[in-house]
Structure formats: structure tokens, C-alpha cells
């Protein structure tokens, strides 16, 4: 990939269209569950753990919710020590947790096969405004859902973007 310019990176995906990555920008990523009905408490519990398990070791988290049949996360990929500073590849990142977070809830409910969606959409966050919108959208999830009537009443949201805690943006 010595070719690509030196401010993205180009990731092929299975599907239709390329996804770019630039180093240090925070990407908005939702995936989906491949059946609709929802997670039970204990799934979602297992999920949570497997999306911030590798903050600050692959990615800085700055946000997450687990939601009954999706997962929104707002994160910024590190860099790697084998690739020339280059971030982990998104694709990467999300393979290690939606293929983690299946096994683990396969176990939990005694089933097999495919958890997750194939596909994810990702958005990458080019300025604060859109950072703190992409934030304030993952923490009133619950809310607009009617999970809950605040989002630090929801106990998947992720402690770092709850309204009282400081998010710290890379």
C-alpha cells in the first residue's frame, strides 16, 4: 500500500464500496444484529466488555452503546508499532470484536453461527462538531428508543460518554 498517500488508507471490504482510514480521526461505527430480536441483559453485558476491551491498546474509545439489536461506537484507531504508525485497520478492529462478542454470546445462549451483520457502517468524524454530535447521538440512543429517560440510567452506555464524565478526544 506504499502507493496510497500518506493522509488515508484504503481498505477493501467484501461488499460494493471502499472504506478509507486517516490516522487520528475518530470513526462513528454501527453495526447490526442478523436477527432482530434482541439481545438479552446478560448478551449485552458480554458485548460491552468485547467493545472496550482493546481501549488503548488498538483504539481509543470515546463512546459506546449497546442497544438491543445494534451497537454504536465512537472510536479513534492507535497506531501500530509493525506499520510504520499507521492506525489499525477498521476492518481489523471490527472483526476482533463482533467476532469475540459472537462466540461469547453463541456460549452464553447455547446457539451457534452468525451473531453480527457481514457488513458495518462507518462514518469518519472530520471536525468537533460532528465529533460531539456523533457523541450526543450514541448517548441519547437509549433515550430515543425509550429504554430508559436519561442516558445514565442506561447500563450499556458506555461510562465515558455519560453527561457528568469528561471525553477525551484524541
Known sequence: MADLPALS?????RRRMPHYQTPGRPIFVTFCKLIRDPFP?????LILAHCVHDHGKRIALQ???VMPDHVHLLLTPLPQTSDQGWPHPLPAILKLIKGASARS????LGTTGSVWQEES???TVRNDGSFQEKLEYIRQNPVRRGLVAKPEDYP???PECR???PVRRP
Do not use: G, P, T
Open 41 to 45: 441483559a446478560a448478551a449485552r453485558d
Open 121 to 123: 457502517f462507518e462514518h
Open 9 to 13: 488508507r484504503k481498505y477493501e471490504y
Open 156 to 158: 450499556w452506555l458506555w
Open 105 to 108: 454470546v453463541n456460549k452464553l
Open 63 to 65: 463512546a459506546a452503546v
Open 163 to 165: 453527561a457528568d464524565a
